[in-house]
């Protein structure tokens, strides 16, 4: 059992009992900011998704807003195809091989909205 007693002798004794502190609420403050960002791209990923999963035919996005271009990845990372997003538009995928895919969907400012993994049958 630790116990901790308190002698206010030295005033740099009070600041070597208070360092450890500072040091772990840093800490916590930063774990914090991270698991916010975490979490709100977490949320995006909900928003968005790929449908159907595995597909046969084609594709769909539930929701498009913000995203302009969608662009289909073999697992290598070579580009298989491209196509301009529209709103309850049905992407054609009957051409690619059986297997796992990525689907990067990009934003108006051509930046990556998310990544999905897709199942192709």
Known sequence: MLI?????TSPMRKVLLLIPFLYFSIIANGQSQANYTDSKSA???KVIKIYPNPAFNFIGVNNVSGVSSIIIYNLVGRKMKKFSALK???????????????VQLLG????????QRMSKK
Request: aromatic share 10%; glycine share 6%.
């Open 4 to 8: 901790i007693t308190y002698e206010p």
């Open 43 to 45: 949320i995006v990923k």
């Open 88 to 102: 309850d538009e049905r992407y054609d995928v009957t051409d690619l091989p059986r297997g796992m895919y990525l």
């Open 108 to 115: 108006n400012d051509g930046k990556v909205v998310t990544t």
